[in-house]
Antibody, heavy 120, light 113 residues
Framework: EVQVVESGGGLVQPGGSLRLSCAAS????????MDWVRQAPGKGLEWVGR??????????EYGASVKGRFTISRDDSKNSLYLQMNSLKTEDTAVYYC???????????WGQGILVTVSS | DIVMIQSPDSLAVSLGERATINCKSS????????????LAWYQQKSGQPPKLLIY???TRESGVPDRFSGSGSGTDFTLTISSLQAEDVAVYYC?????????FGQGTKVEIK
């Protein structure tokens, strides 16, 4: 059974840093693309970024609002995806979802999400 | 960036009736070399993560009821729920995965009339 589980969320001050983790299981992690998507309270979905698979040299892509501040990485030996968030702003407050693209060309397996609150 | 605009923002439909949601992209998401539209639809129920319903604009994800269908090509797409059920109350999003950033529409809230 495919599972993705996010961790590492919490409260952080503006300007601070936080690293989210996503533990994946039930599939060959290195073969698949992984996405981060966020949702601010009461708002819609915003694509944060993507890590391509080993065959595509783990290329990472980012949304405009996080480019230069957020970094996606992965450790295939641990079946884990990471989101390093630096220079956090209050507008980064959101539930962050990790999602796996397995058989479909779009994210099909989503975690339950983890809340990040940026506030003083 | 490709901008995705959904209409309407919300709609109320009677049980058993048809619900139609539109999604328009600011540029074509049709890849001519494979004739595929890089467009997906998601359903998000309250307090839950999104669920992939449709990809390639019209291919239903495994396990999705056949009352959900997608259509359209190029820049104009539609998600249709042919006979609305109580469990279909949710917010629906379109997303283009043609070119990064892979943008979402703003969402359409579907309720029971």
């Amino acid at each position: 059974e495919v599972q993705v589980v996010e961790s590492g969320g919490g409260l952080v001050q503006p300007g601070g840093s936080l690293r989210l983790s996503c533990a994946a299981s039930g599939f060959t992690f290195s073969d698949h693309y992984m996405d981060w998507v966020r949702q601010a309270p009461g708002k819609g979905l915003e694509w944060v970024g993507r890590s391509r698979n080993k065959a595509n040299n783990y290329l990472s892509e980012y949304g405009a609002s996080v480019k230069g501040r957020f970094t996606i990485s992965r450790d295939d030996s641990k079946n884990s995806l990471y989101l390093q968030m630096n220079s956090l702003k209050t507008e980064d407050t959101a539930v962050y979802y990790c999602a796996a693209r397995i058989a479909a060309p779009a994210p099909e397996y989503w975690g339950q999400g983890i809340l990040v609150t940026v506030s003083s | 960036d490709i901008v995705m605009i959904q209409s309407p923002d919300s709609l109320a439909v009677s049980l058993g009736e048809r619900a139609t949601i539109n999604c328009k992209s600011s540029q074509s998401v049709l890849y001519s070399s494979n004739n595929n539209n890089y467009l997906a639809w998601y359903q998000q129920k309250s307090g839950q993560p999104p669920k992939l319903l449709i990809y390639w604009a019209s291919t239903r994800e495994s396990g999705v009821p056949d009352r959900f269908s997608g259509s359209g090509s190029g820049t104009d797409f539609t998600l249709t729920i042919s006979s609305l059920q109580a469990e279909d109350v949710a917010v629906y999003y379109c997303q283009q995965y043609y070119i990064a950033p892979y943008t979402f529409g703003q969402g359409t809230k579907v309720e029971i009339k």
